[in-house]
Nanobody, 128 residues
Framework: QVQLVESGGGSVQAGGSLRLSCVVSGTTYSNKCMGWFRQAPGKEREGVATLHTSSTRAAYADSVKARATISQDNAKNTVYLQMNSLKPEDAAMYYC?????????????????????WGQGTQVTVSS
């Protein structure tokens, strides 16, 4: 089975940083879209950052540009989300998601509809 397991969430003060991890198992790692999404209570799930595992093309939500970096370690089948200068509005459950097979030229979307696999989420809390 394809599994995505997130980790790295926690409680941080405003202005602090976190590095989230998503380990992919049960499938090949190449030519996938990997995405980080977040959902706060009472709000819609929104895209944060995406990465094409082979082309390395990345996309970011405007709300996190200059504060977030998505990266990967192919040897570990792991995608990371580094978030700096965290704000209270960044507090949410963060989910890792995957589109299992895309072309080399695909732009990985920041919308949820095309993502077939989802992790269990990791909680990020930001205190002001």
């Amino acid at each position: 089975q394809v599994q995505l397991v997130e980790s790295g969430g926690g409680s941080v003060q405003a202005g602090g940083s976190l590095r989230l991890s998503c380990v992919v198992s049960g499938t090949t790692y190449s030519n996938k879209c990997m995405g980080w999404f977040r959902q706060a209570p009472g709000k819609e799930r929104e895209g944060v950052a995406t990465l094409h595992t082979s082309s390395t093309r990345a996309a970011y939500a405007d709300s996190v540009k200059a504060r977030a970096t998505i990266s990967q370690d192919n040897a570990k089948n792991t995608v990371y989300l580094q978030m700096n200068s965290l704000k209270p509005e960044d507090a949410a459950m963060y989910y890792c998601a995957a589109i299992p097979s895309v072309s080399w030229y695909a732009v990985c979307p920041l919308t949820t509809g095309q993502y077939n696999f989802w992790g269990q989420g990791t909680q990020v809390t930001v205190s002001s």
